[in-house]
């Protein structure tokens, strides 16, 4: 909030007491030398001072009972007349305090009346912080996101490179087999850093399935990851596997329930033999 702003909201509750003739002399210069450059408060102080005038207005004026005067000169020792003319009384006499009490009325109304106006714009200021707030915060929150996003993506990047370059590494070329004879897959396998495998061209899953990749020693294959390929037919990922497990002999591709299975039971996709 900058100082011009802060100086309008301290003068700002200054109108209803200026509206009503009420200010130090100090604080009426000050006050109308920001009266001059600030429109709102002009505003202010015009409504305020209409709002001041009409007040004394709305007390009804009681006119005095006949005969009035005539008792009054009586309890003072007035000599009695003939004819005893009414002396007409002002309503001034009775109607001073009473003016009075209205004024401090209505000088109560009016600096309640400001400071209603004063805590409304507090309370919309706040909102539109509150907003402001809200809005960083969800900023934040994306911002956060896609670092992690970015974080995950690097951390895969790093694994698939030490699978690559790492000295025990093993390649394999897959086939595609009659279920999908356009599709191609490539594997890199290390017993001490994991497996890398793509494919391309692969068909659309049935609902409840995935495609489950299999590693074939000399003997019964063994689970070596589950993929799910993008629209196109794609599929990349880095799995990671035991190092227990024998060199195999062949990897291939198959579509098994959700989840996998731990033998193969589905149509074979794709075929690779190590080299």
């Given at each position: ?115 209603g106006v ?102 019964a294959p ?54």
């Amino acid at each position: 909030m900058t100082d011009e702003t802060m100086d309008h909201e301290r003068l700002y509750e200054s109108a209803a007491l200026y509206a009503l003739d009420a200010l130090e002399p100090d604080a009426r210069v000050e006050f109308e030398r920001h009266l001059a450059s600030c429109a709102s408060c002009t505003e202010e102080v015009r409504s305020l001072r209409q709002v001041a005038q009409a007040l004394p207005f709305s007390v009804p004026q009681i006119d005095p009972p006949e005969g009035l005067g005539a008792k009054v000169l009586a309890g003072v020792g007035a000599p009695q007349m003939t004819t005893v003319v009414p002396i007409p009384v002002k309503p001034v006499r009775r109607s001073v305090p009473a003016t009075l009490a209205w004024l401090s009325a209505a000088a109560l109304f009016v600096v309640s009346l400001g400071l209603g106006v004063y805590a409304w714009t507090l309370q919309q200021q706040i909102g539109g912080l509150q907003a402001r707030l809200s809005d960083a915060i969800g900023r934040l929150d994306r911002s956060e996101q896609q670092v992690a996003v970015a974080t995950r993506a690097v951390s895969t990047a790093e694994g698939r490179l030490a699978v690559l370059l790492a000295p025990d590494m093993l390649q394999v070329r897959l086939a595609g087999q009659p279920a999908a004879p356009q599709a191609t897959g490539r594997a890199f396998w290390s017993r001490s850093r994991g497996l890398v495998f793509t494919a391309a061209n692969l068909p659309p899953l049935p609902a409840g399935r995935i495609y489950q990749l299999w590693m074939v020693p000399n003997g019964a294959p063994v689970p070596a990851g589950l993929f799910s390929p993008d629209p196109s037919g794609a599929v990349a990922g880095i799995v990671e596997t035991s190092p227990s497990v024998a060199e195999p002999v062949a990897l291939a591709l198959t579509i098994e329930p959700e989840g996998g299975l731990p033998a193969p039971t589905g149509e074979r996709y794709l075929i690779g033999l190590t080299q």
